[in-house]
C-alpha cells in the first residue's frame, strides 16, 4: 500500500510562522475581541438602555468644510448657541460651525501649542487640550472674541504617560457628576476622569482628582481613541477610533454595548471614513463627525414606527 508523503519539516515550520503571524496580528488589531462583541450581539437582544449605535444611518457624508487649509481635529456640541466647535492645530484656531458643517466663525488660539480637542462646559466656557504639554486649559468664548491666550487662562498640566505625540485626543464632559472625561490616544490607550477642573467656585479649595479605570480601558477592542461623547441621557460614553473605524458605546459600568463602522457599506456609507477625528451628538441624538481632511459627517437614527 503506498503510504502519503509526510510534510517536509520546511513546509511545518513556515505554517507554524504564518499562524502565529496571524494570530499576533489579530490580536493587535483587536479582531478577536471584536469578533466575539459582534457574535454575542446576534445571540442577545439589544438592551433598552443602549444608544444603539448600529441602528444609525449617515445622512450627510464627506461634505468639504470649505474655507479650511488646516485640518479640523475634534469636535464638541453646544446646546446653547446650537452649534459645533472644533480645533486646528497646526495655525490653532478655535472654529465655529453650523450644523450643517459651515463656518460660522474663527477664532484664533495664542500659546496653545499643539490643540486637539475642545469640550462644551457650560455657556461660553469650553476645555481645550494641548497635546504636546498634556495641557488642560480652560477658556472662556464672548460673542465678540477674536482670540484667545493661553497665558490668561486657568490650566492644568496631568504630566501621565508622556510619550511624545501620543497624548491627549479627546474630551468629554459630564455635567451633572462634574467629571472631565480625558483620552490618552495610545501607548498606552487609557480614558482618565478628571474631578475638580475646570474650578468653579472660587471659594472652595482647588482640589484635582484623576482616577482611571484599566478594567474598562482592557475592553475597549479597538486600536487607538481619537475622540470621546459623553451621553447626558443614558450616562453612557462614546470613544471614536480612527485606527478601527468604530464608534464604540460604554455603558456606565464601561461593558461595550454597541458600535458604529465607519467602513463602507456600513451604516449607509458610499465611502470609508479615512481619518475620524471627532465626534459629537446634539441634544435629539444626531451625531456629527469630522474626518481629515476636513469632512464633515451627519448621521442620525430612524425614527420608530
Do not use: C
Not at 472654529?95 to 488660539?109: C, M
Request: aromatic share 8%; hydrophobic share 40%; glycine share 6%.
Amino acid at each position: 500500500m503506498r503510504r502519503f508523503a509526510r510534510p517536509k519539516p520546511l513546509i511545518l515550520i513556515l505554517s507554524v510562522i504564518v499562524l502565529i503571524a496571524l494570530v499576533s496580528l489579530g490580536q493587535y488589531l483587536r479582531l478577536f475581541e471584536r469578533a466575539w462583541f459582534n457574535l454575542y450581539t446576534l445571540w442577545q437582544p439589544m438592551s433598552t438602555q443602549s444608544i444603539g449605535l448600529d441602528q444609525y444611518q449617515v445622512v450627510l457624508e464627506g461634505q468639504v468644510i470649505e474655507g479650511l487649509e488646516d485640518d479640523v481635529s475634534a469636535l464638541t456640541y453646544d446646546p446653547v448657541r446650537k452649534s459645533l466647535f472644533t480645533v486646528t492645530n497646526k495655525n490653532a484656531e478655535l472654529i465655529e460651525l453650523s450644523l450643517d458643517g459651515r463656518i460660522l466663525r474663527r477664532v484664533a488660539l495664542i500659546g496653545f501649542g499643539d490643540p486637539e480637542a475642545v469640550e462644551f462646559i457650560s455657556a461660553d466656557t469650553y476645555v481645550v487640550t494641548d497635546e504636546s504639554q498634556q495641557r488642560l486649559i480652560k477658556i472662556h468664548l464672548e460673542q465678540g472674541t477674536t482670540f484667545l491666550d493661553a497665558a490668561d487662562a486657568e490650566q492644568m498640566t496631568l504630566g501621565v504617560h508622556m510619550s511624545g505625540n501620543k497624548g491627549f485626543e479627546g474630551l468629554a464632559y459630564d455635567s451633572v457628576g462634574k467629571r472631565l472625561f480625558v483620552a490618552k490616544e495610545r501607548d498606552p490607550m487609557l480614558i482618565y476622569e478628571v474631578h475638580g477642573f475646570p474650578h468653579f467656585n472660587p471659594e472652595k479649595s482647588y482640589a484635582v482628582h484623576v482616577i482611571n479605570n484599566p478594567k474598562r480601558d482592557a475592553g475597549m477592542f479597538v486600536r487607538d481613541l481619537s475622540s470621546l461623547q459623553y451621553d447626558e441621557r443614558s450616562g453612557h460614553l462614546l470613544a471614536l477610533s480612527d485606527e478601527s473605524r468604530l464608534i464604540l458605546e460604554l455603558d456606565v459600568d464601561g461593558r461595550p454595548m454597541s458600535t458604529l463602522s465607519l467602513n463602507k457599506g456600513r451604516q449607509g456609507l458610499q465611502k470609508s471614513v479615512p481619518q475620524a477625528e471627532g465626534i459629537a451628538m446634539d441634544d435629539d441624538g444626531t451625531m456629527y463627525l469630522v474626518s481629515e481632511p476636513n469632512l464633515f459627517y451627519v448621521f442620525k437614527k430612524p425614527s420608530q414606527p
